[in-house]
């Protein structure tokens, strides 16, 4: 059973900073790629940040690039996204996911991946 468990959302002003985290627990799953997708409301769900930890590459999308960075610590399995400079369109549900089996360096749409975690919710007020 592959578990994945976000933590660290909340409420932040324009212009915080929030780190969540995901810990991760299981054997079923690629250890070598995990990422964070957000979901807001009334739009679809989006990768934010993916990192391969083979290869130490990662990949932000445009609007974070900057702003946030993905990172991970080997020896608890857990990823972290470390936000900064906050904005309200950064406010969605945040989920961390990883994919089942590797397939490529740096997969970023949502059907690559198997696992997903509960969400956890950030809200950035103006």
């Known amino acids: 059973q592959v578990q994945l468990v976000e933590s660290g959302g909340g409420l932040v002003q324009a212009g915080g900073n929030l780190r969540l985290s995901c810990a991760a627990s299981?054997?079923?799953?690629?250890?070598?790629?995990m990422a964070w997708f957000r979901q807001a409301p009334g739009k679809e769900r989006e990768s934010v940040a993916v990192?391969?930890?083979?290869?130490?590459?990662?990949y932000y999308a445009d609007s974070v690039k900057g702003r946030f960075t993905i990172s991970r610590d080997n020896a608890k399995t857990t990823v972290y996204l470390q936000m900064n400079s906050l904005k309200p369109e950064d406010t969605a549900v945040y989920y961390c996911?990883?994919?089942?089996?590797?397939?490529?360096?740096?997969?970023?749409?949502?059907?690559?991946?198997?696992?997903w975690g509960q969400g956890t919710q950030v809200t950035v007020s103006s």
């Open positions: 299981g054997r079923t799953f690629s250890r070598y790629v």
């Open positions: 996911a990883a994919p089942k089996t590797y397939t490529r360096v740096l997969p970023t749409y949502e059907y690559e991946y198997s696992y």
């Open positions: 990192i391969n930890w083979s290869s130490g590459s990662t």
